[in-house]
């Protein structure tokens, strides 16, 4: 069985472009999670996605946005970039109704300059 | 907001040591997970614990669901090189949002 993927593994933006990040999860996972993975703030969840609906989101700006596909697939996006949002972007998926037990993708490494 | 405080920020072992670690929070979880990360990777689910004081195995790995639903803990036995990397508690509350641990950075002499 597949893993997780995500596209693209690595990204160079400027500061003020946007960004959309992609997700396919494990065949049959329905719930899909975004985490921005620093070296001074570790793992910090972004939103869960679970048929379609938004479940719930993390403290971050209205400039992160996602959404989730018919299919389970998600993307994610970011607008007006700024050199902070410099991390490692993991989207973990889930078999269980309630999201527990994720499995991760590689993570999507973006630079903003 | 909920936060989890990992011990140790950092590990350094001798291969064949045993290792503990562990995670606290001042709030009460439903779940218990302890993820490793490799270089590179996304984190890897090693041990999810569902009930208070449930005591779990993985190979040379065994997690506990402490008492209160307010602290869990990862040992690891006998280690080999290959346990090197980041291990990260996460928990849950319900409300389909995993809070992480800022992660226990383990290096392991050979």
């Known amino acids: 069985k597949a893993g997780v993927t995500q596209t693209p593994r690595y990204l160079i933006k400027t500061r003020g472009q946007q960004v959309t990040l992609s997700c396919s999860p494990i065949?049959?996972?329905?719930?899909v999670s975004w985490y921005q993975q620093t070296p001074g703030q570790g793992l910090q969840f972004l939103f869960e996605y679970f048929s379609e609906t938004q479940r719930n989101k993390g403290n971050f700006p209205g400039r992160f946005s996602g959404r989730q596909f018919s299919n389970s697939r998600s993307e994610m996006n970011v607008s007006t970039l700024e050199l902070g949002d410099s991390a490692l972007y993991l989207c973990a998926s889930s078999n269980l109704r309630d999201g527990y037990e994720q499995y991760f993708g590689p993570g999507t490494r973006l630079t903003v300059t | 907001g909920q936060q989890l405080n990992q011990s140790p920020q950092s590990m350094f072992i001798q291969e064949g040591e045993d290792v503990s670690m562990n995670c606290t929070s001042s709030?009460?979880?439903?779940?218990w997970l302890w993820y490793k990360q490799d270089p590179g990777e996304g984190p890897v689910l090693l041990i999810a614990l569902y009930k208070a004081g449930e005591l779990t195995s993985n190979g040379r790995l065994t997690a506990q669901f402490g008492i209160t639903r307010k602290d869990s803990f990862l040992n690891i036995s006998a280690s080999i090189p290959s346990d090197v990397g980041i291990y990260f508690c996460a928990g849950h509350t319900g409300g389909f949002k995993t809070i992480f641990g800022a992660g226990t950075r383990l290096f392991v002499k050979a």
């Open positions: 709030s009460i979880f439903n779940t």
């Open positions: 065949s049959g996972h329905r719930s």
